[in-house]
C-alpha cells in the first residue's frame, strides 16, 4: 500500500511539472467514479402521507406532481405498490429492515401493565381515550443504514416527524440524523429539507453515501405556501377555510360531512402535494447535477396515504384499505430500466433492493425481496402474498393481498372483508360470501405468517414530555 502511495505520489508530482493538472483531475475523478460504480451514492426519499392515487402520474386529475411526472418517465414506476403499514413508525420500521412490524416491533402498541411485555411501562400517552406505549425497532434486528454504515458507507437522515424520534431506535445507523420533529401548526417546510439535503450530499459527494429525506408536508395540518395555497381550494364553496386543522374534529364529523367540505379538504391536501413536488422537483434537478442519478440510485415512495372520507373515515393509522396502503414508487439510477411495472409489491422489498443495488447480499429470513433483477434485467417479479397490519388506534385490521385479491381480517372480532382490487379498487364490494375458498386461503396464509412473524415485544420506548407534546400536535393524542 505504501508503494503504491509512493508511485502515485510521484506521477502526481510530474504531471503537474508538465503542466498536467487538468489530467491529474481526470484520473482522480475516474477513480472517484470507479468508487461509486462498486459503492454506488443512494438517496432514499420518502413523503409522508403520500397515497398514489393522488398524483397525476397515477391517473389523478387534478395537476398536483408536474415534476414528478416528467420524472418518472426515466425511472422505474410501480403501479403496485403497498405499504405494511398504515401510519409512519410501523411503515418506516419495515422500510429500514425489510420486515413486518409484528417482527421489526417499532411501534407495537401495547398498553402500559401490557402482561406480554413482562412489565409496567413508563412515559405512555393517552391515545384517543386509551393509554398506550410504543414499541422500539427490535435493537438484534439490522437496519439498512446500519448495513451501508458498516461497509463504508456516509449515512444521514433528515427527519420531520416526531414518531421518528431516535427514542424509537428507528434512528441506527444514521451517522447524521437531522432531527426537527414537526406538529401540525409548526412543520420544518419542503424547501429546507432540500436545502439542508442537498448541502449533505455537496459535502459528501467524494464517498459513498446513503442519504434518507423525509417530507411530512403532506401530513395536517393542510396549509400550502404561496404559490400554492388557495390553487385547488379558491372556487369551492365551503363553510373550511385554510388551514385545515384540527384532525379530531374533522375525523368526528366525517361521516355527516357535507360533500363541498370534503371536497375542500382533499383540495387542501392536494395543494400540500404540489408544493411537495416542487420542492421534489428541485432535489431531483440538484441530485442530478451532482451525478447522483448517474451513478448511484434514487428511490422515492411514502409510508403510508391518507383517507379522505373514502369510507366515511379521515386521515390514517386506523384502517387497511389502499387509500392508506397503495404508495407510490419510483427507483432511478444507473443500469435502471425505465417503464412500469405491474407486479404487486411491497415496502419490505425497500432494503433488500437497495442492498442488492449495492452489491451487498440480501439477508435471509426477511419478508421483503430484491426488486434489483426485475429493475436491471427485466426479470418477473414473482407473484407472493404482501401482508400489512398494526394500526395505530381502533381494533387491529391485517390485510393479505394476492394480487387481485385482498383480504381484510379483524383478528378480535374474526371479520373476513374480501375484495378484487381489479374490478373494485375502492374496495365496496365485499367477495368473502360469493367467493369463500379465495377468502379461506387467503385468511389461512395471513394466520401463519403473522403467527411466524410475532416475537417477543421489543424494549417499549419511553416518550419524553417534549416528543408527547409533539404528538399530540399531530392529532394523536388526548
Known amino acids: 500500500m505504501q508503494e503504491r502511495g509512493r508511485t502515485f505520489g510521484g506521477r502526481a508530482r510530474r504531471l ?50 408536474p415534476r414528478l411526472d416528467a420524472w418518472s418517465k426515466g425511472a422505474a414506476v410501480f403501479d403496485r405498490a403497498f405499504s405494511a403499514s398504515p401510519w409512519t413508525l410501523t411503515s418506516f420500521g419495515s422500510i429500514y429492515t425489510g420486515l ?38 427490535d435493537p438484534s434486528v439490522p437496519t439498512l443504514p446500519e448495513t451501508l454504515a458498516a461497509k ?35 412543520i420544518r417546510r419542503a424547501d429546507v429539507v432540500v436545502d439542508k439535503a442537498l448541502s449533505w450530499v455537496e459535502a459528501h459527494r467524494a ?6 429525506v423525509h417530507f411530512i408536508d403532506p401530513h395536517m395540518n393542510y396549509d400550502a405556501p404561496p404559490p400554492f395555497r388557495g390553487r385547488f381550494t379558491g372556487g369551492i364553496a365551503s363553510r ?41 422537483g428541485r432535489l431531483l434537478e ?56 405491474q407486479a404487486a409489491v411491497s415496502l419490505v422489498d425497500v432494503a433488500p433492493t437497495v442492498l442488492a443495488a449495492a452489491g451487498l447480499p440480501v439477508p435471509e429470513g426477511i419478508a421483503g425481496v ?37 383480504l381484510i381480517l379483524g383478528p378480535d372480532d374474526g371479520e373476513q372483508r374480501l375484495f378484487n382490487l381489479l374490478e373494485d379498487a375502492g374496495e365496496h364490494n365485499d367477495r368473502a360470501i360469493a367467493e369463500p375458498a379465495e377468502a379461506r386461503s387467503l385468511a389461512q396464509e395471513a394466520e401463519r405468517v403473522f403467527a411466524a412473524a410475532n416475537v417477543a415485544p421489543p424494549p417499549t420506548a419511553a416518550i419524553d414530555s417534549a416528543t408527547r407534546e409533539k404528538l399530540r400536535a399531530l392529532g394523536y393524542g388526548d
Open 240 to 280: 373550511v377555510s385554510l388551514p385545515v386543522r384540527d384532525a379530531r374534529l374533522i375525523r368526528q364529523l366525517a361521516p355527516t360531512l357535507p360533500a363541498a367540505d370534503r371536497a375542500f379538504i382533499t383540495a387542501a391536501y392536494d395543494e400540500e402535494i404540489a408544493f411537495v413536488d416542487d420542492q421534489v
Open 286 to 341: 440538484g441530485l442530478g447535477k451532482l451525478g447522483v442519478p448517474q451513478h448511484g440510485l434514487i428511490v422515492i415512495t411514502a409510508d403510508h396515504g391518507e383517507e379522505l372520507f373514502d369510507h366515511d373515515g379521515f386521515e390514517h393509522g386506523h384502517s387497511v384499505y389502499d387509500e392508506l396502503l397503495h404508495v407510490p414508487l419510483l427507483i432511478e439510477g444507473k443500469g435502471v430500466r425505465p417503464g412500469r411495472r
Open 370 to 406: 430484491s426488486l434489483w433483477p426485475a429493475l436491471t434485467t427485466g426479470a418477473t417479479v414473482p407473484q407472493r402474498d404482501l401482508f400489512a397490519e398494526r394500526l395505530l388506534y381502533g381494533k387491529e385490521q391485517k390485510a393479505v393481498i394476492h394480487w387481485p385479491y385482498k
Open 100 to 137: 413486518l412490524p409484528s417482527r421489526h416491533g417499532a411501534g407495537v402498541l401495547v398498553s402500559p401493565t401490557d402482561a406480554s411485555a413482562g412489565r409496567t411501562v413508563a412515559g405512555s400517552m393517552v391515545l384517543l381515550g386509551s393509554p398506550k406505549s410504543f414499541g422500539g425497532l
Open 207 to 212: 464517498q459513498p453515501f446513503f442519504l434518507m
Open 16 to 65: 503537474l511539472a508538465a503542466g498536467g493538472l487538468s489530467l491529474l483531475l481526470g484520473m482522480i475523478g475516474c477513480q472517484w467514479i470507479a468508487g461509486l460504480r462498486a459503492r454506488p451514492p443512494i438517496v432514499l426519499v420518502v413523503i409522508d402521507t403520500l397515497r398514489a392515487d393522488h398524483l397525476g402520474l397515477y391517473g389523478y386529475k387534478r395537476p398536483t406532481s
Open 152 to 186: 463504508g458507507y456516509a449515512t444521514a437522515a433528515v427527519i420531520d416527524n416526531p414518531f421518528l424520534h431516535p427514542l424509537f431506535g428507528i434512528a441506527r445507523g444514521f451517522q447524521s440524523y437531522d432531527y426537527v420533529p414537526g406538529g401540525n401548526e409548526s
